[in-house]
């Protein structure tokens, strides 16, 4: 016993010593090794900052800044003032939304506005002609009453632009098939094949 106590006294160590060595270690290391981290952790970006996309509508370009989670049919109606483009069921069911992108037709409310940088769309806004002459679709609808409400009547006119560049109103069956994505619930679907196929003739002279 009297070895074990010179030797505690002379190297000044003892159980509390180490113990509380021991704790103290354990509690430094997570620190150290977090320290570097938050260092270095770079600030989260805000996905409610605006984000800034440039696009092509009806021949004028525009810079809009948005939320990321904005839709071509809300920058359209909210941001720009093309109140044309009608919001419909919102689902993309009911055609009411049609826009041609890049001469294709596109349902609005399901295209976000951040995923069309640098493409050029058309509205119905921008079918007729700057002195105000009306596009052949459109008068065609006018002559044929190919509505009623006129809600959809929009959605219809720029879709059935596409039909027909498509190449798919060769027929009044060629007509219904692909007007078939445009709903019209006041059932004015005869009176809109006819125009269509009038129309037809008409864009091909022009």
């Known amino acids: 016993m009297a070895f074990a106590k010179a030797d505690n006294t002379k190297c000044g160590w003892s159980r509390r010593n180490f113990l509380a060595t ?20 770079a600030p989260a970006l805000d996905p409610r900052d605006p984000f800034t996309t440039h696009m092509t509508i009806n021949g004028r370009h525009y810079r809009l800044a948005l939320d990321v989670r904005t839709t071509l049919l809300d920058a359209l ?5 093309l109140t044309g483009t009608k919001k419909g069921c919102d689902h993309g069911q009911c055609g009411a939304c049609t826009v041609l992108i890049d001469g294709h037709r596109m349902l609005s409310c399901l295209m976000l506005t951040a995923s069309l940088e640098g493409k050029d769309i ?4 921008g079918l007729a002609q700057a002195d105000g002459t009306l596009h052949p679709m459109q008068q065609a609808f006018i002559d044929h009453d190919a509505f009623q409400c006129g809600y959809c009547t929009p ?52």
């Open 22 to 41: 021991s704790m103290v270690s354990t509690m430094t290391a997570p620190l150290l090794n977090h320290a570097p981290a938050t260092a270095a952790a």
């Open 77 to 81: 109606r909210e941001h720009i003032g």
């Open 122 to 125: 058309t509205t119905i806004e």
């Open 155 to 206: 959605g219809q006119i720029v879709s059935a632009v596409a039909c027909v560049n498509e190449g798919h109103a060769e027929s009044d069956a060629d007509i219904r098939e692909y007007m078939s994505g445009n709903l019209c619930r006041c059932a004015a679907y005869p009176n809109i094949v006819d125009a269509v196929r009038e129309a037809k003739t008409k864009m091909k002279e022009t």
